[in-house]
């Protein structure tokens, strides 16, 4: 896929950025220690690895508390809400369009930052992975008051830490399948760059060519 660079924008903001590779390697860490909490190996060993899994968990609760306020306040919530605007044609291009060598039928700009097909992931995650993880996982963690709440009447550890496992597998199939998407630009780290520097740069079958002017 190549394309001559006609205009660079400033996409992710420096929070943004903050916020995206904070989450990133929080979750990373949190696969790593929670799939040895399960039994699939041993690494820190499994008192360690319950301790280490728990206080991170609670270091991502406070930064998406500070997220949520920083997308609110900025209006970036906004780039989330949901459209199946060109989404056939955007499906079709990650299907097989791309190993043709054609442009992305989007075109990215500073209010449009995620395609249509990035927002409905992003609503599958928000709406149906995370709320298995965090749900269960509180259970989890609380269990020792079970017997206070009465929630041991109806509800069995070995289903939470069931449907914490599946939900930590379908962030480990999302997780995988981001990074492969992040090869997809015009360059492999092209996309990887951007979330480093907030500069996105669009080449000519993606943006209009510019006139000259002051910067």
């Known amino acids: 896929m190549s394309g001559h660079t006609v205009e660079k924008i400033y996409v992710f903001k420096r929070y943004e950025r903050f916020w ?4 990133a390697a929080m979750i ?4 790593i220690t929670g799939f040895e909490v399960a039994g699939f190996y041993e690494n820190f060993g499994f008192q360690r690895a319950v301790e280490l899994h728990t206080l991170t968990a609670w270091a991502l ?6 997220t949520i306020f920083w997308q609110f306040t900025t209006g970036e919530w906004r ?3 949901p459209t199946l605007k060109r989404i056939d044609a955007i499906a079709r291009y990650y299907a097989w369009d791309i190993f043709k060598g054609l442009p992305h039928p989007y075109k990215k700009t500073v209010l449009q930052k ?3 097909l990035q927002r409905l992931a ?3 995650l928000l709406a149906m992975v995370s709320p298995i993880i965090w749900v269960s996982g509180l259970f989890y963690l609380f269990y020792a008051y079970w017997p206070e709440w009465g929630i041991d009447q109806w509800l069995r550890l070995e289903w939470v830490a069931t449907a914490h496992l599946v939900g930590a597998f379908m ?5 995988v399948v981001h990074v492969y998407l992040t090869t997809t630009g015009h360059s492999v780290f092209a996309h990887i ?3 480093i520097t907030g500069w996105e740069e669009l080449h000519d079958d993606h943006a209009k060519p510019v006139s000259r002017s002051k910067s």
């Open 79 to 81: 780039q989330y809400i």
């Open 20 to 23: 995206h590779w904070s989450q």
């Open 122 to 124: 992003y609503l599958a």
């Open 28 to 31: 990373i860490f949190m696969m």
């Open 171 to 175: 962030m480990a199939v999302f997780f």
């Open 61 to 66: 609760i406070t930064l998406w508390a500070f």
């Open 193 to 195: 760059k951007s979330m």
């Open 114 to 116: 995620h395609n249509p």
